[in-house]
């Protein structure tokens, strides 16, 4: 293709509409089916819409690389995942930009070095133990259900030092209350229009003086908040909002009280200092913006990604085999330490789990600049979205993309594929701070389970996917637990 030719956006190639209102389709095949045109395209970059907007899509690994890597200083997350975050965890991690994130990420970034996430290996295997404990031979069990008891345990207990399921339970209604509503509003027509209202109210606010500007400038600020969104003013989200709000609070100021001296991630939140600026620490507020969006990011993923993992294994006798091979290898000692050498094929298994199913399937961004992708030229303020989904199931990237192999990822098969031909954790500056904690939670979750108990589900159907905020299994995945 020549270079000259596709510096105009509108020469790009023109990916299909899914319906009236744009490329992606209200529906999670509609999606799914959307972007797996994505995967097969060989244009770098292709054009799609919502209502009358241009929006574009890197399709090559290379292309991807450079809106998440090379030149993601010209690009911003997105407006409308800010919006609907504001309430939950608005200027957490995940969502603030400019010298805000910078900060927050360098005085973040040391609690989740490989290192000090080895002590957070036996608080897995325990978590994992004491789902396992409650099982019983002939049980009807829900895994995807089991693993998010797991995974918000688990975050739980490095978060916040609470030690029950049930204490993790009431936070994590009140999560999955908020989260729905999230899920319902994501990539909506609605969304959209909110967000023409903040970019048109702080453009206008620029050309206008006296009371006019200062009116712009807090119909900006609140137009920051989801207040139009559909469902926003829903007692029970209210309520859910509320309690999360209220415990964290509460457990930031029993921390104050009883002197800082807890071994959990929101004490070492809380006595965090920026190394090498003014060792300021964090507010109280941007402390509970943290935990929320930590305890938001680091469970429904990880949770999603062993349902996954599970069932995969479950319809591949010989991949679960080697599994429980590996799992029993420990003998009777507990898998206390994190030792990946001794659990290889548990990693492998997990990884190919989040290729076929990306928990997050799609990131969204924004253009800051104008910026060249792929050889054209996007202009200012354009809407980006990174199929990792679409990245996983590249024909010329995976052989046989839908087959479950984890020995797709033996060293040697690896070498020579692109690296962002692999995203399930994003890359570049903005990707996942949990990448290291989610790589040791699965495995060591996985050989835990699988050395106490075997899970038969009905091979004879597929369980189809849910676009929830992550890609979950449509109505979990049912099992039977049988003694081994
Ligand atoms: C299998 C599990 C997980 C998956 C698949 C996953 C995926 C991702 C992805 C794709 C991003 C990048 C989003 C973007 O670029 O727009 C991200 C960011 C993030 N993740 Fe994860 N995540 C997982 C687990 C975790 C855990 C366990 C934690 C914390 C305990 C966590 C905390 C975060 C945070 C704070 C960010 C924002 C980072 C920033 O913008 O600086 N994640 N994650």
Redesign the pocket.
Same mark, same amino acid.
């Given at each position: 293709m020549l270079r000259g030719a596709m510096s105009s956006p509108t020469a790009l190639p023109r990916i299909p509409d899914n319906d009236l209102l744009g490329s992606f389709g209200p529906s999670t095949a509609q999606r799914l089916a959307f972007q797996r045109t994505l995967a097969t395209q060989s244009a770098p970059v292709v054009r799609g819409r919502i209502l009358h907007l241009p929006v574009y899509f890197p399709c090559t690994p290379e292309a991807a690389h450079e809106v998440l890597v090379t030149k993601a200083k010209s690009f911003e997350?997105s407006p409308g995942l800010r919006v609907l975050l504001h309430d939950l965890a608005g200027d957490g991690?995940?969502t603030s930009e400019g010298a805000l994130?910078r900060t927050q990420?360098k005085l973040m970034a040391p609690l989740f070095q490989p290192a000090p996430l080895h002590r957070y290996a036996d608080t897995m295997r325990r978590v994992a133990e004491r789902a396992a404990d409650s099982m019983r031979d002939g049980g009807r069990i829900d895994i995807a259900h089991e693993t998010t008891r797991i995974a918000m345990s688990v975050?739980g207990a490095a978060l916040f030092d609470i030690d029950t399921f049930d204490e993790a339970d009431a936070l994590g209604a009140a999560l999955t209350t908020c989260l729905a509503w999230v899920n319902d509003n994501l990539a909506t027509p609605a969304l959209v229009a909110h967000v023409l209202m903040l970019d048109a109210t702080a453009s206008l606010a620029e050309r206008t003086q006296g009371p006019v500007r200062a009116w712009l400038h807090r119909a900006h600020a609140k137009a920051s908040s989801p207040f139009l969104l559909p469902g926003v003013r829903d007692p029970k989200l209210r309520e859910a909002v509320r309690v999360l709000d209220e415990r964290i609070a509460q457990m930031i100021a029993d921390r104050r009280r009883q002197g800082l001296t807890r071994d959990d991630l929101l004490t070492r939140l809380l006595t965090a200092r920026d190394p090498d600026g003014s060792g300021a620490a964090m507010s109280d507020a941007q402390v509970r913006h943290e935990a929320v !969006?930590?305890f938001v *990011?680091?469970h429904e !993923?990880?949770a999603t *990604?062993l349902a996954w993992s599970f069932y995969l294994l479950a319809r591949d006798p010989e991949a679960l085999a080697r599994a429980v091979a590996e799992a029993d290898a420990f003998g009777d000692a507990p898998i206390t330490r994190w030792e990946p050498e001794r659990l290889a094929y548990c990693t492998r298994v997990f990884r190919e789990a989040?290729r076929l199913y990306?928990?997050?399937m799609m990131?969204p961004r924004r253009t800051l600049e104008p910026v060249e992708i792929g050889g054209a030229t996007l202009p200012a303020r354009s809407l980006v979205f990174v199929s990792?989904y679409a990245q996983h199931y590249r024909p010329e990237v995976y052989e046989s993309p839908d087959r479950f192999d984890p020995d797709r990822w033996l060293p040697e098969r690896e070498a020579g594929r692109h690296k962002s031909s692999y995203l399930?954790?994003?890359a570049g500056p903005?990707?996942?701070?949990?990448?290291h904690?989610?790589m040791m939670e699965?495995p060591i979750v996985l050989a835990t389970l699988l050395r106490r108990w075997r899970f038969d589900i009905d091979r004879s159907t597929t369980i189809r996917e849910d676009n929830f905020a992550t890609l979950r299994p449509l109505g979990g995945v049912p099992a039977v637990v049988r003694a081994r």
């Open positions: 997350k991690l995940f994130w990420r975050v !969006t930590l *990011a680091g !993923t990880t *990604a989040m990306p928990p997050i990131v990792i399930p954790f994003g903005r990707f996942c701070l949990g990448m904690f989610a699965g």
